[in-house]
């Protein structure tokens, strides 16, 4: 190897060292708050429905409600993303691929839990906002610090409602309310953390 190739080599590692240790700025208050008026939006709407709930539609009705809030509250990172840099994009899929184990698993999981008994349903909101706990942990390198206490009150969230499942089974607020007032939090934490900045 040159010494031209060494050179380039040692600023790669140097700039992915600095990109390590950087916030993302991706994710911005506004969508992320609005994802979470989706969820509060979502959980009237539903709990407004006449006929009691079902496990395969509410479960079908939460998997839409969960696309569109994913789709608002990343919004700008899509749009940022088509017209950003080489590195940008880098550290986008980074962060990206950070979350998305979790949102898989929360899939997976879905479906293993309807396919055995649908009666399992009612442990489905405590698991999902476990697994998003567990996708913001996973991102936190790339998040601001405050970020812990978003994935904390998700765990503590998901750990009270599988500890109450019997008595939410097919709440919509389970599930609204848990993910709306995380999303605020989150929200809250980007702006106070990075955007003040």
Known sequence: MTEVGRALEQIAQIHEHLARNEVYRGWRPVPVASSGLVGFAAAAWQSMAAPPLEPWSF???????????????????????????????????????????????????????????????????????????????????????????????????????????????????AVGATFGVGQLLAAATIYWSAERD
């Open 59 to 173: 479960v079908r009705y939460w998997l839409v409600v969960g696309t569109v809030a994913l789709v608002v509250g990343c919004s700008e990172i899509v749009w940022h993303y088509a017209r950003a840099n080489d590195t940008d994009r880098r550290r986008s899929r980074q962060v990206i691929g950070q979350f998305l184990p979790a949102l898989v698993a929360g899939a997976l999981v879905t479906g293993a839990l309807m396919r055995l008994n649908p009666a399992l349903v009612s442990l489905l909101p405590g698991l999902w906002a476990l697994l998003y706990g567990v996708a913001i942990f996973a991102a936190r390198p790339f998040v601001p610090r405050a970020s812990a206490w978003v994935g904390v009150y998700y765990w503590a969230a998901g750990g009270a409602l599988l500890w109450m499942a019997t008595s939410v089974a097919l709440s919509p607020w």
